[in-house]
């Protein structure tokens, strides 16, 4: 996926009952993004990805003026121009209610950052453990 490019897909028209969640997935390392993107599929989530942030927010406010939003929102902290953090910000102005997950190579040290957002639900080290994100996505987890 080159720099700047999203695949952002359209909801199924007339589905008005989901068993899984859209998930839109942010990271500008092609390699996570795909890894994380396939996990997430074969588990019978609709992902879109975005390898940047503008591209996210781009998509998350396409998905919203089409009524088909998503249901969560997990982004890399650390990329250029708009880092993870400006995504959960502007991702939780738009919406209330959408799930945020950040994953961050910086471990827990994130959270201490004066500028950490409260508006995230989740915070996941990476490289990410799959069970933890699949725990993160769970509405009520266990």
Do not use: Y
């Not at 199924?12 to 839109?24: E, I, T």
């Not at 409260?118 to 990410?128: I, W, Y």
């Amino acid at each position: 996926m080159t720099d700047g490019e999203t695949r952002c897909p359209e909801a199924a028209p007339g589905v008005s009952m989901r068993l899984m969640m859209r998930v839109l997935l942010v990271d500008d390392d092609p390699l996570i993004l795909d890894s994380i993107a396939e996990v997430l599929s074969f588990d019978g989530h609709e992902v879109a990805v975005a390898s940047n942030g503008r591209a996210a927010l781009a998509c998350f406010t396409a998905a919203l003026d089409t009524q088909s939003p998503f249901d969560a929102v997990v982004t890399d902290l650390g990329m250029p121009v708009v880092n993870g953090i400006q995504v959960a910000n502007e991702v939780r102005a738009l919406s209330g209610t959408v799930r945020i997950i950040l994953l961050t190579g910086w471990g827990e040290r994130a959270r201490e950052e004066p500028k950490f957002p409260q508006t995230v639900d989740k915070l996941l080290g990476k490289p990410v453990r799959i069970e933890e994100l699949r725990a993160a996505l769970e509405i009520n987890p266990a």
